[in-house]
C-alpha cells in the first residue's frame, strides 16, 4: 500500500466516525457506538471503503494509551482514599462475580476447559470484558436527577474508580498468564514489583512535575512532559514487567492526577484524542468487526452475555451494599448504577483481540453491551428515584 493512501482511510474514518458519532448522541447512545458502528459500515465487513492495517492498529493503540492516561488523570485520589472499606468491597464484588459469570456463560455455550488450557483463558477472557465500570452515563443520569452529591452518588462514583482499578490488574494477570509470561507466582511479583516500581518512581514523578508546575505554569510544556512520561510508563510497563501497556499508561494518570495542571493536561490529551486517536480506535473496532461469522448461536451467546453481564453487577454490587447497612432501595440503585459499559470494555476486549484471546465475531456482543447499559441505566435509576419520591410525598 502506498504511504500516500493512509491519508485516504484516515479522512474516511474521521468523517464517517464524527457524523456517526453526532447521530448517536442525538439518539442518546454513547458516542463512541455510533463511531463503532462507522468503522463497521466503512470496513470490510459491509461497503469495504477502509481495510485495518498496521498503521491504523498501531494509531488505534496510541488512542488506547491516551484514554487510559486522561482515565487516570480524572481521577480523584483523595475522594479515592477517602472512600474507605465500602467502596472498596462493592467495587471488588462488581469485579469478581462478573469476572466468574462471564466465565461460567462461555463454558456453559462453548464447554468448561481444564484450568490453563487456551479454552480456559478464551472463558476467563469474557469475564474480565464484563468487570469494567464506566461510571460517565450514571454520574449524567445522577447529576439530572439532582443526586450526584448524596450518599448513592458518591459510594457508585467511588466504587466504579476502584472498580476500574482492580479490572486493569485483573487484565494484567489473564494477559500474562494466557500469554505463558510464568506462572501465577511470577506474575504476582511482576505485578507488585511494577506497582512498587510506579510508586517509587511516581512519588519522585510527583515531585519533579509539582515544581515544574509551580514554576511554568499553564504552559503547554506540562503536557508535553505528561505525555512523554505517559508513553514512557506505557513501554517500560510491557517491556520490563511484562504488564499491559495500558496498565503504565493508567498509572501515570493517577501520579499526575494531583498536580494543580492535571485537568490542563487532560484538557490537552482529550484534544488529541477527540480529534483523530479517538476516532481511530473506535471505528478501528468497527473495521475489524466480523459480522461474516454472526449466526445465531452467537446472537444467542450475545443475549446471554448482556444478561450476564447487567444482573452480575446489579446483584453483586447491591448485596454487597446492602450488607453495608444500605436500604433496599438505594442498594438497587448503587447496583444499577454500577451496570454501565463503556469505552474500558472496549479497550480489554481490543486487548484481548490483539493477543488471539478473543475472536472478533464477539465485539458485536460487547458493542450491544454497552448499548443496552448506556441506554437502561438512566431510565431505570430515574425511575427509581421516582419511586422513591413518590412515597416520600405520600408518606
Known sequence: METYKIFYSLALIIIFAKVFGIVARKLKAPQVVGEIIAGLIIGPSIIGLVQPTDFISQMAEIGVILIMFSAGLGTDLKELIKT????????????????????????????????????????????????????????????????????????????????????????????????????????????????????????ISYKVFKRVDRRWPHTRRIPIAGLAY????????????????????????????SIRDSDYIAEKM?????????????????????????????????????LVALLTKIIACGLVAKVCKFNFSDSLKIGVGMMTRGEVALIVAQKGLSIHLLSPVYFTSVILLIIV???????????????????????
Do not use: W
Open 230 to 257: 505517559c508513553f514512557a510508563l506505557a513501554y517500560i510497563a510491557e517491556e520490563f514487567f511484562g504488564i499491559a501497556d495500558i496498565t503504565g499508561a493508567y498509572a501515570a494518570g493517577i501520579i499526575l492526577c
Open 270 to 306: 482529550d484534544i488529541n484524542s477527540y480529534m483523530l486517536f479517538g476516532p481511530i480506535f473506535f471505528a478501528s473496532i468497527g473495521l475489524k468487526t466480523d459480522i461474516s461469522e454472526f449466526s445465531s448461536e452467537i446472537l444467542l451467546f450475545s443475549i446471554g452475555f448482556v
Open 84 to 203: 474507605g472499606p465500602i467502596a472498596f468491597l462493592i467495587a471488588c464484588a462488581g469485579v469478581f462475580v462478573p469476572l466468574a459469570g462471564g466465565t461460567v456463560l462461555y463454558g456453559c455455550f462453548y464447554g468448561f476447559a481444564a484450568v490453563g488450557t487456551p479454552d480456559f483463558y478464551r472463558a476467563v477472557f469474557i469475564g474480565v470484558i464484563m468487570t469494567a465500570t464506566s461510571v460517565g452515563i450514571t454520574v449524567s443520569a445522577l447529576k439530572e436527577l439532582g443526586y450526584l452529591k448524596s450518599r448513592v452518588g458518591t459510594t457508585v462514583l467511588a466504587a466504579a474508580i476502584i472498580d476500574d482499578v482492580i479490572g486493569i490488574v485483573v487484565l494484567t494477570f489473564v494477559v500474562s498468564l494466557s500469554s505463558g509470561q510464568g506462572g501465577v507466582a511470577d506474575v504476582c511479583i511482576r505485578t507488585v514489583l511494577f506497582f512498587v516500581f510506579s510508586g517509587i518512581v511516581g512519588i
Open 373 to 395: 447499559s448506556s441506554i437502561a441505566t438512566p431510565i431505570i435509576l430515574k425511575l427509581l428515584f421516582s419511586h422513591d419520591n413518590r412515597v416520600g410525598q405520600l408518606a
